[in-house]
Structure formats: C-alpha cells, structure tokens
C-alpha cells in the first residue's frame, strides 16, 4: 500500500444504500453492477471524462460495518447537469492510501482485497471510498484494480 494525496474531482453514476451486515452488499452491489452493464451508462453521463469506471463507497453511517451508499460511474468535467435518476458526488482532495487488487475478477479478486484491507489497521476516514476499474481491469480473468482509501 502506499500513501498519496489526491485532488478533489466529480463522479456521476447509479448508487445502491447498503450495508456488509446479513449478506445485504453481497445482493445489492452486484445487482447496481448489473444495472449498470445492462443499461448503456456511459452514453447518459454528460462531461464524462475517459472510460475507467468508478466504484465509490460513501456516506457512511460509521465504519464498514455500518450502511453506506455505493455509486458507480465515471469521473465528470463536473457536477452541473446530473441525469434523472443518477447521482453526482466530489471526491474530496486528501489523503488516501492506495491498494491494488490481482487476480480473477469473477472469483472474488476484489472482495478478497477489501477483506484484508478491513482486517488491516488503517486509519480511515471514511468519507469516499473507491475502485477504478481502467485498463489494466479489462481481462477479468488477469485483472488489476486499484483501491483508494481516504484515511485520517
């Protein structure tokens, strides 16, 4: 892991409020993931800004074991034409600390990295989570993923 500060910048895309408690993540995060493939995203998101595709973890009620608001999407020019039915979000600037999940996207290669990353002490903060899915996430059998935490 390593530790870097990040500019602020917008995100839009389709959120799911959730929860790690009773299996709720496990149900809703693949099913907004669903939404979002099966619907064309990309092509409604105005001032869209390349092709990686965002992960954000926000809103949380307390720590990762509380509910919270998954968004995916892609990072925007900004935040002044948000679609009907999406949201839009700003990753605030500050410290995070970045991870990078390998492996095989459809056995778990990610939710295994988030299962070290909540079993690690790292002093979160709680206020934007996120994946990037670019282009070294294409193959899904060989995939990499890099994961930012906001941490205090």
Not at 1 to 9: A, C, I, N, Y
Not at 24 to 31: G, Q
């Amino acid at each position: 892991m390593e530790k870097q500060t990040l500019r602020s910048f917008p995100v839009i895309g389709i959120t799911v409020r959730t929860s790690n408690a009773e299996g709720h993540a496990a149900k809703d995060i693949p099913e907004l993931w669903a939404r979002f493939w099966a619907t064309d995203i990309s092509a409604k998101i105005p001032g869209r800004i390349g092709d990686d595709i965002y992960s954000v973890y926000t809103a949380y009620e307390g720590d990762y074991t509380q509910p919270y608001t998954t968004l995916i999407g892609y990072k925007v020019e900004n935040l002044d034409h948000i679609p009907e039915g999406f949201s839009g979000l700003l990753i605030e600037e500050g410290p995070y600390m970045k991870c990078t999940a390998k492996g095989n996207l459809l056995q778990g290669a990610v939710f295994d990295a988030w299962l070290e990353i909540w079993n690690a002490e790292i002093p979160r903060a709680y206020t934007a989570d996120f994946e990037v899915y670019g282009e070294r996430s294409r193959n899904p059998e060989d995939a990499e993923v890099d994961i930012y935490l906001a941490v205090k």
